[in-house]
């Protein structure tokens, strides 16, 4: 029933922005953590970011502070992950998920409490 979709990813020059989209149906959306993630060739999965289910809590991996924005859109159940000044080192696969459980916070690095994932969206970044 729960379906997880991700979109937006593409190639991009070093510098340049993306802006991820994941759409979550079959649940109640606005209960649940959401999640990004991302796994480059040769690299475990490595958890990015995290938003609480009202969309007021946030975190982010140091990777990343700074450059990319994690939001949520709780009317139209969609999750955004904006990219900017984007590296090569942020070549990926991107992956949404959703938490297992209703209303509990948790940490993109720790991606065994996210039971709900995407297919994902291949970003890839030149120099």
């Known amino acids: 029933q729960v379906q997880v979709v991700e979109s937006g990813g593409g190639g991009v020059q070093a510098g340049e922005s993306l802006r991820l989209s994941c759409t979550a149906s079959?649940?109640?959306?606005?209960?649940?953590?959401m999640g990004w993630f991302r796994q480059a060739p040769g690299k475990e999965r490595e958890g990015v970011s995290s938003?609480?289910?009202?969309?007021?809590?946030?975190y982010y991996a140091d990777s990343v502070k700074g450059r990319f924005t994690i939001s949520r859109d709780n009317g139209n159940n969609i999750l955004y992950l904006q990219m900017n000044s984007l590296t090569p080192d942020d070549t990926a696969m991107y992956y949404c998920?959703?938490?297992?459980?209703?209303?509990?916070?948790?940490?993109?690095?720790?991606?065994?409490?996210?039971?709900?994932w995407g297919q994902g969206t291949q970003v890839t970044v030149s120099s």
């Open positions: 998920a959703v938490a297992t459980l209703s209303r509990r916070w948790t940490y993109p690095s720790r991606a065994a409490d996210f039971g709900y």
């Open positions: 079959g649940l109640t959306f606005d209960t649940y953590t």
């Open positions: 938003i609480d289910w009202s969309g007021r809590d946030t």
